[in-house]
């Protein structure tokens, strides 16, 4: 019994530094598709430097990144695609619908655009806006962070929806 | 079936159909793309390689086909201006300018002088911005990374210019049938001065520092040539055609706005390299600050918008107070335009070549079709040309120096 | 020299055009189908035209007769001038390709093809650009609707 609780106790710590850890080194896949994807470059730029936050090792492979940040419309021919990256990426990720285009569809109601990503992909914040501005992603970067600070399943479900 | 014949099937997925002519067992099919850093959005490359030398190369588009021509038909012309600012996210001033041409340009009417050197001192600025972002990227794939920080930091400015000019960054929606969304003010125009007295130096510094490196000049020179009648053949327009010796600039040859009145140089260089079309970007920033400078001088002190009220929508301020333009602006917003019956095509000297917008309508307030001319696209269509020959390192080089723009390419 | 340009045009060519309309100062030349290929060859190789293709777009005009109109937009970098050549084609009827005169053509076409279900005889590569190649439908077409016909692609499983 004894034992057990040390252990509990011990794994819980180990729990909360790697999340710690994990929290404030996100490497995010830049799943760039659009107009959004040129306001993701710039948050990465000298101005807002998302480097701040531990996250400006943007890598293009998906197998060495835990959080995409899908920035662009979907459109049904890409959406394959970006379900196949999802799929690569290691477990535990975290996704960003970056734009009203991504979580919507925005402002194209037409036939070849997917009405919201979150129709193949679960989506863990939504950020609005047409692009949203470099620090509404920013904004969104440090949602995911307390999120995964928290680190259970329960809120792993859980939506964040960050307004203009 | 032979194995090699089986890779390649294996490597065909729903999205394309990649008929196999020959299966020699030393060649190998390739997939780049859509998701590729190098590759400026979603363009997808089957490319097939014999060592390292590319023998065959497929692009595949409409990974981010928006269906813009169809949205079009049901949109009133007002409608389809924030539209316009996604086609060619890198400059969207200019976009919203090349379509309010065409719109002004069924319904017979003209702006102000005023509004026309704005558009003039927009459509420029969203060149450089553009042109930043194209040499930054480009320098980025050949692995400079310093450049690309180098030069957002100068988007930056000018982002920081439309943001007080227009109210946003970069999806603008600045103009309008008519006119333009608001003036310019003084405080503007004080930005646009102190910006373009400083970028000229900045731009010499980046150049600097990537132009004497042997390693880029060697990766760029002699990459992706073509010839000038393989340019003319494929319409290409912009960059490319000037890198490749034609002197054909919309600016020029079919002056819009007030270009004629302006003093500016159309670079040209004869190599058709990736080099060329490199030095053409560059220099046409250069071209851009002078022609901005002079638009600020010369700028009068007019309207912003024209009074035709059964076209052009009235001001803010004076719907809420007057009851005339009250009724026009409901009317208009309700019914649209009505142009009259016809068909035209206005197209204007964009960043990366000529864009042009193709209206039908049949007197309603929608457009019966409407066509994105649209430079990316048709310059795409060269670059299997460019690659095939060539290492599989340059295709980097190439699509960097192409400077395809997916939004607008796919439509 | 637009003057120019048009009689000259006109006196060369005055056995193919059916008609020639100039709208807000637009110069288009309505021909028939079967003389395209001779006139664009005859447009690119004179010397003292020089014309070069710069796009090619079709418009629905949802009738019964002459259902479609394939308009193609020249460029002459020599003369400075833009003509259109307008052919009226019916539903499913074919039209000569442009790509042994214009290299260019070969994706102006595709895309045609793609989103108006516009055929092109002799074409080397005639598949779609941008749908999906087991899309069905040609979405520029009038009846198809904005928003597309449910369930007509696929999405990946969730
Ligand atoms: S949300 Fe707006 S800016 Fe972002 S991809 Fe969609 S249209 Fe472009």
């Known amino acids: 019994m004894g034992i057990e609780e040390r252990e509990s106790f011990f794994t819980t710590t180990i729990d909360s530094l790697v999340s710690w850890a994990r929290k404030n080194s996100l490497w995010p896949m830049p799943m760039g598709i659009s107009c959004c994807a040129i306001e993701m470059m710039a948050s990465a730029d000298p101005r807002f430097d998302i480097s701040r936050f531990g996250s400006e090792v943007m890598r293009f492979s998906p197998r060495q990144s835990d959080l995409m940040i899908v920035a662009g419309t979907v459109t049904y021919k890409m959406s394959h695609v970006v379900r196949k990256i999802y799929d690569q990426m290691p477990e535990p990720k975290w996704v960003i619908a970056m734009g009203a285009c991504t979580s919507t569809g925005g402002m194209y109601r037409t036939y070849s655009v997917v009405q919201g990503i979150d129709q193949f992909l679960p989506v863990d914040v939504y950020v609005a806006g047409c692009p949203p501005r470099p620090d509404n992603l920013l904004n969104a970067l440090l949602e995911i962070q307390k999120k995964v600070k928290n680190g259970n399943q329960k809120s792993k479900r859980e939506k964040i929806y960050i307004a203009e | ?411 | 020299m637009k003057e120019l340009i048009k009689k000259k045009l006109q006196e060369k060519l005055s056995d193919y055009i059916i008609d020639i309309v100039e709208f807000q100062s637009d110069l288009t030349f309505v021909i028939k189908a079967e003389n395209l290929t001779i006139i664009s060859k005859h447009l690119r190789d004179d010397v003292e035209l020089e014309y070069s293709l710069r796009d090619i777009l079709a418009i629905d005009r949802y009738t019964n007769e002459n259902r479609f109109e394939v308009v193609y937009n020249f460029f002459s970098i020599k003369n400075k001038l833009r003509i259109f050549l307008k052919i009226k084609i019916e539903d499913a009827e074919s039209v000569p390709t442009l790509v042994d005169v214009f290299q260019s053509a070969n994706w102006y076409e595709r895309e045609v093809f793609d989103m108006h279900g516009i055929k092109f005889y002799n074409h080397p590569d005639l598949r779609r650009i941008y749908m999906p190649e087991e899309f069905q439908y040609h979405p520029l077409r009038k009846e198809f609707p904005l928003m597309g016909i449910p369930n007509s692609i696929s999405l990946p499983r969730n």
């Open chain 2, 1 to 411: 079936m032979l194995s090699s014949e089986k890779i390649y099937k294996s490597l065909e997925d729903s999205d394309t159909i990649f008929t196999i002519d020959d299966s020699i067992e030393n060649t190998m099919v390739l997939n780049m793309g859509p998701q590729h850093p190098a590759t400026h959005g979603v363009l997808r490359l089957l490319v097939k390689l014999d060592g390292e030398t590319v023998v065959s190369c497929i692009p595949d588009l409409g990974y981010l086909h928006r269906g813009y021509e169809k949205l079009a038909e049901h949109c009133s012309y007002h409608e389809f201006i924030p539209h316009t600012d996604r086609l060619d996210y890198l400059s969207p001033l200019a976009n919203n300018v090349a379509y309010v041409l065409a719109v002004e340009k069924l319904i017979g009417i003209e702006t102000t002088c005023r509004v026309k050197f704005i558009r003039v001192i927009c459509c420029e600025l969203a060149r450089i911005s553009s042109h930043l972002i194209s040499v930054g990227t480009f320098a980025m794939d050949v692995g400079a990374l310093t450049i690309l920080l180098w030069t957002f930091r100068e988007r930056e400015k000018i982002q920081d210019i439309f943001d007080v000019l227009t109210g946003v960054r970069f999806t603008t929606s600045f103009t309008r049938i008519g006119g333009l969304a608001n003036d310019l003010s003084d405080e503007v125009k004080k930005m646009i001065e102190n910006f373009l007295n400083q970028f000229p130096e900045k731009l010499d510094e980046c150049e600097k520092l990537i132009l004497k490196n042997k390693i880029f000049i060697d990766r760029c020179e002699g990459v992706g040539t073509i010839s000038k009648d393989d340019a003319i053949q494929f319409g290409a327009t912009g960059p490319i055609l000037r890198a490749c010796g034609i002197e054909h600039d919309l600016r020029r040859d079919a002056p819009y706005l007030v270009y004629d009145e302006l003093d500016f140089d159309i670079p040209v260089y004869s190599e058709g390299d990736a080099l060329a079309r490199f030095y053409v970007r560059l220099q046409e920033m250069r071209e851009s600050v002078k022609i901005i400078l002079q638009c600020l001088d010369k700028m009068p002190n007019e309207s912003i918008r024209i009074n035709v009220p059964k076209k052009v929508l009235p001001q803010k301020e004076k719907i809420y107070s007057k009851m005339e333009e009250l009724i026009h602006d409901f009317m208009l917003i309700n019914f649209g335009i009505n142009p009259p019956v016809g068909e035209v095509y206005h197209s204007i000297e964009s960043s990366k070549g000529e864009l042009g917008f193709y209206i039908s309508s049949n007197g309603s307030g929608y457009p019966w079709r409407l066509k994105i001319r649209s430079p990316s696209f048709c310059n795409l269509q060269i670059m299997p040309k460019m690659i095939v020959g060539s290492m599989i390192s340059d295709i980097v080089v190439i699509i960097g120096s192409v400077d395809p723009v997916m939004g607008e390419a796919d439509k």
